[in-house]
């Protein structure tokens, strides 16, 4: 009986699982056609790319600044309808922005899709790590490959909804947050159940308490690390996602729709890559996961600014395969720093990350207009030599 009800319950957890990781591939779908629209919305309402920096920026300050105040929040007050709350937010700012005419409004609506981001995020990634059996970075791999598929979807909507019949088609897209909205029906009672049981546990003291593997003041030292390779990892990564489409349109003199198609090649490989970084880290060791996905892309973001059209096409998807690998790593090698608080952790990296995509979009979009988009490429493309610091990161599994 015992082991019917134990495989009754991974089935319902890996259940659980591919449901976050389908909802996390709507949300970010959602959110991937801001960036997939910028080319549009730059010519309709006659921006330059300090403007469109600042779009990025706006949005990604939102889905970053309250990401880590969710998840503190979430940690010590379970709601089990909060994933659907928050997709309501990014259902209205793509309403808003599939019809405004002026520039404040789409800060305005990128702003309200940001938030419903940084709602989701945290909060999904804590249902992740409960629904895992143990097997955190395969969990975390299949929930963040949702999210890397989704964003790849983003492209391949504009180019063929978008851009050939006008931004108000944004409209139509926002139905994904509905859909969205009745697949966490089912996650959201199994987590209501979690945490009925866990409020029994508490109360009859039947808990296990999760102790940190390091020092308080060695642990803040290792968050000071991550911090940097996630500095090195997201500035190329949102350099590719914002600015890509122009760099090949520049170079190249290609048309929008076709670098919205090469825009998805990219994409497509982060999503690939996702999955293969956070098993491999639990089988090897996320500490070599991360120093090789970062580090190791190097040689390959120093050529491309430097090769043919088909040869920066093949080494973006490389690249995009190789890079996205280190973030699944990253998140749970942070989430065992501090087991107890997997809300507050999953909010401040993918809040950082978000954040530093924003400022990093506003930089460069500022650097882009004075220097050329070309030049551009050519200096984001030394970021991933700070990858390196990944080897002064103290081995967790070792200690766990």
Not at 25 to 50: G, H, R, W
Not at 147 to 155: H, K, M, Y
Not at 173 to 195: D, E, F, H, Q, T
Not at 236 to 251: A, D, G, P, R
């Amino acid at each position: 009986m015992e082991t019917n009800k134990d495989s009754d319950n991974q089935k319902a957890a890996l259940g659980i699982l591919f449901a976050l990781s389908l909802v996390h591939c709507i949300n970010d779908t959602l959110q991937s056609v801001i960036m997939a629209v910028y080319p549009i919305v730059k010519e309709e309402l006659m921006l330059d790319f300090v403007q469109v920096g600042l779009i990025t920026m706006v949005y990604r300050i939102s889905a970053s600044v309250f990401q880590p105040v969710v998840g503190f929040i979430m940690d010590r007050y379970h709601k089990s309808w909060s994933l659907p709350f928050g997709m309501t937010f990014t259902f209205s700012g793509l309403l808003i922005l599939s019809c405004v005419q002026h520039y404040w409004m789409v800060l305005l609506s990128v702003g309200m899709i940001g938030i419903g981001s940084s709602i989701f995020h945290p909060e999904a990634s804590r249902l992740t790590s409960l629904a895992s059996g143990g097997k955190r970075g395969f969990a975390q791999s299949l929930f963040q490959v949702g999210g890397n598929l989704g964003s790849s979807f983003g492209p391949l909507i504009a180019a063929f909804l978008i851009s050939p019949y006008g931004r108000s088609n944004v409209s139509i897209v926002s139905i994904g947050a509905l859909l969205g909205m009745i697949i966490m029906i089912p996650i959201c009672r199994w987590y209501a159940s979690k945490i009925r049981e866990s409020e029994i546990c508490t109360n009859s003291n039947q808990y296990i308490l999760h102790k940190r593997p390091f020092s308080f003041k060695k642990t803040i030292l290792v968050i000071v690390l991550i911090i940097v390779l996630i500095f090195s990892n997201k500035v190329y990564i949102s350099s590719m996602e914002s600015f890509y489409t122009f760099y090949l349109i520049s170079k190249f003199g290609i048309s929008v729709q076709e670098s919205q198609f090469y825009l998805f090649v990219f994409l497509l490989a982060t999503a690939a890559g996702t999955i293969v970084g956070g098993p491999i880290g639990d089988k090897l060791g996320r500490k070599y996961v991360i120093c090789g996905s970062i580090l190791g892309v190097s040689p390959f973001t120093l050529l491309m600014p430097h090769v043919s059209l088909v040869s920066t096409v093949i080494l973006s998807f490389v690249i995009g395969f190789i890079l996205s690998s280190a973030f699944p790593a990253i998140l749970v090698y942070a989430q065992e720093l501090l087991p107890y608080k997997l809300g507050l952790i999953s909010g401040i990296f993918f809040g950082f990350s978000f954040g530093v995509a924003g400022i990093s979009s506003a930089v460069i979009g500022n650097f882009t207009d004075s220097c050329g988009i070309e030049n551009v490429y050519n200096v984001v493309s030394f970021t991933p030599l700070l990858g390196v610091v990944a080897y002064f990161l103290p081995d967790i599994n070792k200690r766990l």
